[in-house]
């Protein structure tokens, strides 16, 4: 069964609206999540590293006033898109691993579908 | 991150062996090789990993040679449910972070 769960698995907004995502660690506590976004036929791109009780890493490009990460817990990250455009309509997807070892197993989670109309 | 090299796709035909390559000159001596795929429309799915050890599991086998630069994800019997993308990923040292390519395309074949 899924080790990181996201929710909601598709959401629809209107414009201008803001959307939350959440990103749950099961079985695990993780002090670092990730989230990636996907546009059709291309691959994965990392948006921002989530840390918990402090502020997210954002990749270059990314706009950390656009999306919003906040990593209250150490089983719990949001992504929330504000004021949303059908630009940001993708696939959003995290990810987290139980501890910083990189020989431990990185787990993500089923992705989100936003749809911005 | 050390950067990986893929074919974009490939053929196999249902039954037989899948051997993916995947090319990482440039690797540390300190970071892992992942092996993910993703289904459509949906998040990527731990295959297998390793270090410099060949690794075997109950999905797949993965050889990485000696020198580190190269190593081959087999899937040992492939059915029409293994057809997917296959990402070949080098990790950073103690971040979990994972910076995917394009990937191998997998198309399994009656």
């Known amino acids: 069964g899924a080790v990181v769960s996201q929710h909601p698995s598709w959401v629809i907004c209107k414009s201008g609206t803001s959307v939350k995502i959440e990103c749950r660690s099961l079985?695990?506590?993780?002090?670092?999540m990730f989230w990636y976004r996907q546009f059709p036929k291309q691959s994965l791109m990392l948006m921002a590293t989530?840390?918990?009780?402090?502020?997210?890493?954002?990749e270059q490009g990314v706009e950390k006033d656009k999306f919003l990460i906040n990593h209250a817990s150490l089983t719990l990250s949001t992504l929330t898109v504000t004021s949303a455009h059908p630009e940001d309509s993708s696939f959003y997807i995290c990810?987290?691993?139980?501890?910083?070892?990189?020989?431990?197993?990185?787990?993500f989670g089923e992705g989100s579908w936003l749809t911005v109309v | 991150d050390a950067k990986t090299t893929q074919p974009t796709s490939m053929d196999c035909a249902e039954g037989r062996a899948a051997n993916l390559p995947c090319n990482h000159s440039?690797?540390?001596?300190?970071?892992?090789v992942y092996w993910y795929r993703q289904i459509h429309s949906q998040g990527p799915q731990y295959i297998i990993h390793?270090?410099?050890n060949n690794e075997t599991n109950e999905m797949a086998s993965l050889i990485i040679t000696e020198d580190r630069k190269s190593s081959t994800l087999i899937l040992p019997h492939a059915t029409l449910r293994d057809t997917a993308v296959y990402y070949c990923?080098?990790?950073?040292?103690?971040?979990?972070?994972?910076?995917f390519g394009q990937g191998t395309t997998l198309q399994v074949k009656p």
């Open positions: 990923i080098v990790s950073s040292l103690n971040t979990g972070k994972l910076i």
């Open positions: 989530s840390n918990e009780g402090s502020k997210a890493t954002y």
């Open positions: 390793g270090l410099k």
């Open positions: 079985d695990f506590q993780a002090t670092t």
């Open positions: 440039t690797i540390s001596g300190n970071e892992y």
């Open positions: 990810s987290a691993s139980p501890d910083r070892n990189p020989g431990n197993t990185i787990y």
